[in-house]
């Protein structure tokens, strides 16, 4: 992989006491085999476990742009610094504990350099849960190559760490500190998808989650819920989502 100024992408690394499952997200991606001008940013919200902060700071390469923050601001912070420190328009957000198969970084730059009227990439991806893989088909929620918003409103099977445009993060304004440990993927894509964000479906598998018992998804509060339905009604009256 080659790391230098003006990046054809940038994959942007959240993580918080990951421990080694921040070294493999960050070997996924490092070691495939990319044609492209890439740099990867680490963002860590301040993690308190010794083997991931002994991973950052020892056992990575120095072209690697970490970023250690004074205090846990949660996940929609440390995307939100992400996305303001990436020095390309192509950002392909990471979660610490999860990883990109082989040789999807080329095949996600590609799609968009051969589309750039899109503003993001939804594709198949694999779920861990319990020892246990599942692909993801997002066939489900596309028509004619594109997200179906109709569809995903009944299954919302869209990853939040999809790829897509700095600029379409801006465009929305951001990731919302309201819903930083709760649901700010959703959130983000609803706020997208009701502005016109453009996407593009690959059939193929551009993703691993490793959906854990103690990650953000295990636990969400039920008032973070009816706050998505509040801030969102444009999007779940128009698309009569039953999320």
Not at 122 to 129: M, R, V
Not at 199 to 209: A, E, K, R
Request: proline share 4%; with cysteine; glycine share 4%.
């Amino acid at each position: 992989m080659n790391i230098i100024t003006n990046p054809t992408a940038t994959i942007l690394i959240t993580t918080f006491n990951e421990g080694k499952l921040i070294e493999r997200a960050i070997n996924s991606v490092y070691y495939q085999v990319s044609k492209y001008n890439t740099e990867i940013i680490v963002i860590d919200d301040c993690s308190e476990d010794a083997e991931t902060i002994n991973i950052l700071t020892t056992k990575l390469p120095k072209e690697i742009k970490i970023y250690f923050s004074r205090e846990n601001m949660g996940l929609s912070y440390s995307r939100n610094l992400g996305f303001n420190m990436a020095n390309s328009d192509i950002i392909i957000p990471l979660d610490g504990d999860d990883y990109l198969p082989d040789n999807s970084l080329n095949l996600i730059i590609e799609t968009f350099l051969q589309n750039p009227d899109i503003d993001f990439i939804f594709g198949n991806y694999s779920k861990i849960e319990n020892k246990k893989r599942e692909i993801i088909d997002c066939s489900s929620i596309s028509e004619d190559g594109k997200l179906d918003c109709f569809k995903l409103a009944k299954k919302w099977i869209l990853l939040g760490t999809s790829p897509c445009k700095k600029s379409l993060w801006n465009r929305i304004g951001g990731y919302d500190l309201t819903f930083s440990y709760t649901l700010q993927d959703v959130d983000f894509w609803m706020r997208a998808l009701i502005n016109d964000a453009k996407g593009l479906y690959l059939p193929d598998s551009i993703y691993v989650w490793e959906r854990k018992p103690s990650g953000l998804n295990s636990n969400i509060p039920w008032n973070a819920y009816s706050d998505l339905k509040e801030k969102n009604h444009n999007f779940f009256t128009k698309f009569k989502c039953s999320l």
